[in-house]
């Protein structure tokens, strides 16, 4: 029997949706467990895999129909795997989660090396690339010069005043590609303490359906939202509308904008010090346009990815034919993004083909055959894309971090460099399951540094041309 190339994404639909207890709740929920774990993305998966190798009994609970949180790959809308989410892996060398997917046997390929520069209908020159990359490397170096203050700034104060013509595409770059926000919006701390994404590859069947293997030996419980979260005392357990789970540890790796929402109950309430810095570590926005155009009217290779000289925020980063298929996704994000995803996907899909349109001309957005648009704000189990510290706010990463008795805040913005990406976020998780499993007396001692902390990258504040560096893989799975 041949397998086509549908048959081979049909497969992949079923595995995803097929993972864990079910999509709705094929078994009855467990009434106790040693932990709960609110959330199934990247930090809840990474916590409850960690707390299962420990033999102890681990739930999640997940409010959505589907496991992955921000790492969600959409397999049917078009004839190749869309990423709606996260879509890098970064430091594979070093990264515990590429070493996972190639165990899992999901294939992965590099990201492109460098991104192409479009200046009106025309490609940038070389001397004009070597241009903003200059300035690039010059605005990178202002605002980790400002990150040594003693005082933070907003990155947009720390900019040299003489960017020129390639102001608003450093912020773009700089800030709301890499963030979700704009610069004047970003603390010059949070952004230089980032970690450098020097090197980075993506999954082939995509990163939200490897989110699904690695899940898919785990109980959880779908479709099941936590609607009170009790960790004082001896009433330790996680309210939901199939029922109460005592628990001994609860591990709440929701976004930050959940967590601020109020959206889940606690009892006793959330200190005032952890909500504060939840606020202030609040979401980005970060939405990807998709769009299926046959025989490559853009004239771009497998994977290659294109910016452009902009003079405002009204920009996008162009991914053009992923693996070789006629799959091109247009990321917008930042204030603009905001807006425009405000309006709804038709509004989002007209500025996708009028954007090609001015760059590479009416032929190239007339031949748009499907098309799909992602709305992350709107998702109410989510509320957004990625962390990004506001002005003072980067001390919050490490507020999130800290133990409350019984309970265990975790996801990417509870990293202080990983943040924005799905690698922090199962860090994060992995260190949330050890404190847990301290709390409950199953780790005696501390333990030696994860298997997945990465190394540090001996790069730290360099400026290069890769893409990675500053795409930060938007979203930051919970």
Known sequence: MTMTRRDVLSAFAAFAAGT??????????????????????????AAARRIHAANRKVIMVEAADRIGGRCHTDTKTFDAPFDRGACWLFEPDTNPMVRLARSAGT??????????????????RAGET????????????????????????????????DLDVWAGTIDFVLGASATGKNLKDLSAMDRARARERDAAVGCKQGLGVLLAALGQSLPISLSTPASRVSWAGRDIGVETPAGRISARA???????????????????????????????????????????LPNNPLGLGPNETMIEQSSDGKTALLAANANGSSLCTIDIAGSFGRDLSA??????????????????????????????????????????AMSAAEVGGQPSRKILMEPLGSLF?????????????ADGAWESGERAADAALRKIGALKEPTEPSASTHKPSRHHGRATSRRSQDAFGFPLPR
């Open 20 to 45: 864990g207890i079910g999509v709705a709740r094929a078994a009855p929920l467990p009434r106790e467990a040693d932990v709960v774990v609110i959330g199934a993305g990247a930090a809840g998966i």
């Open 107 to 124: 294939a992965v390929f590099p990201a492109s090396p460098g991104q192409k520069i479009r200046i009106g209908r025309r490609n940038a």
């Open 130 to 161: 070597e241009q903003f990359l200059a300035t690039l490397v010059r605005a990178k170096r202002a605002i980790a010069e400002a990150a040594r203050g003693r005082t933070d700034v907003a990155c947009a104060s720390a900019l040299p005043d």
């Open 250 to 292: 609860i591990i709440v790796t929701v976004s930050t904008n959940v967590l601020a929402s109020g959206n889940i109950r606690f009892t006793p309430e959330l200190p005032k010090r952890q909500l504060d810095a939840a606020a202030r570590l609040s979401l980005g926005s970060y939405d990807r346009v998709a769009l299926w």
């Open 343 to 384: 309006q709804g996907e038709a509004a989002m899909i007209a500025f996708a083909t009028e954007w090609l349109t001015k760059l590479f001309g009416s032929d190239a957005a007339a031949a748009v055959t499907r098309s799909a648009a992602t709305r992350w704000n709107a998702a109410p189990h989510v509320l957004g």
């Open 409 to 421: 805040l975790a996801g990417e913005a509870a990293h202080e460099t990983l943040w924005g990406t």
